[in-house]
């Protein structure tokens, strides 16, 4: 694959998180995008951790104690251990974990998302989440039994949909083919625990050609309409079923809410 395709001169989304959270696979326009970010938002990269904590003990909660062995993640970003597979892998080796992205640099790393148990199986799907026919028609999505529960993950990814209308389009085109009993998991940015430092941070990502909406708890709360949402309900990502790490973060250093709900 060519620098072109990669278009490596560009900074994306995914490769600014891989290196916020210590990566390695970025180009000098994504740190030089993640310098800008940090010198408006400094605690960004602990907020980044703490969402990706969050997947984890998430993706960990679903597989241990509501017994889901089907995830679909999209917007997955550069492989960063552990991998949602590695954690519900580890509770229950046959689970199984389609992954989607449409950046080219994860497509290229994707391999280190298909490291299966032998017991379970995993897939990549190249699509974009803003096309949800192209996920839902992947010959990939067949190793999901879409008879069962499968738990849809929708994390850090929703704040780069602006307009809430498509927001409800997609998620709602996505869940319609889930049964009953299936999950959202999701998470997205927020002003509201730091509202000057996040909002000049989000002012940086868009002047990096990046769009980002920042919503209230209440706007949060309104993606996921029409589900039950699981206790705590939608809460800045460190306070979900927090482990002994998490407790320990100040709120004003979290600037993601997220929750889980479920399919009636």
């Not at 790393?109 to 803003?130: C, F, K, M, Q």
């Amino acid at each position: 694959m060519s620098s072109i395709d990669l278009k490596t001169d560009v900074p994306h989304s995914a490769r600014i998180y891989d290196y916020l959270l210590g990566g390695k696979d970025n180009f000098q326009a994504d740190r030089d995008a993640a310098a800008i970010l940090t010198q408006n938002v400094p605690t960004m990269p602990i907020s980044m951790r703490a969402n990706r904590n969050f997947m984890a003990r998430v993706a960990h909660y679903l597989a241990a104690e509501l017994g889901f062995r089907q995830f679909l993640d999209i917007g997955t970003g550069l492989p960063t251990s552990p991998n949602l597979h590695e954690v519900v892998q580890r509770v229950a080796p046959e689970s199984r974990v389609v992954y989607v992205d449409n950046d080219p640099v994860v497509l290229v790393h994707a391999r280190a998302l298909l490291t299966s148990t032998p017991e379970g199986r995993t897939a990549y799907i190249d699509a974009d989440l803003r096309d949800p026919d192209s996920i839902l028609g992947a010959p990939e999505l067949g190793i999901l039994d879409l008879d069962k529960p499968v738990a849809l993950c929708l994390i850090a990814v929703l704040h780069f949909i602006t307009d809430d209308d498509i927001a409800h389009r997609i998620i709602d085109r996505l869940l319609a083919p889930l049964p009953s009993g299936s999950v959202l998991a999701m998470s997205a940015t927020t002003t509201d625990s730091a509202p000057e430092e996040v909002g000049r941070g989000h002012a940086a990502y868009r002047a990096q050609g990046i769009d980002v909406k920042a919503r209230s708890r209440a706007e949060m709360e309104g993606l996921f309409r029409g589900l039950d949402l699981v206790d705590p309900g939608v809460v800045l990502v460190h306070r979900w079923h927090p482990d002994e790490a998490a407790r320990a973060l100040p709120d004003a250093h979290v600037h993601l809410y997220g929750g889980v709900a479920v399919k009636p």
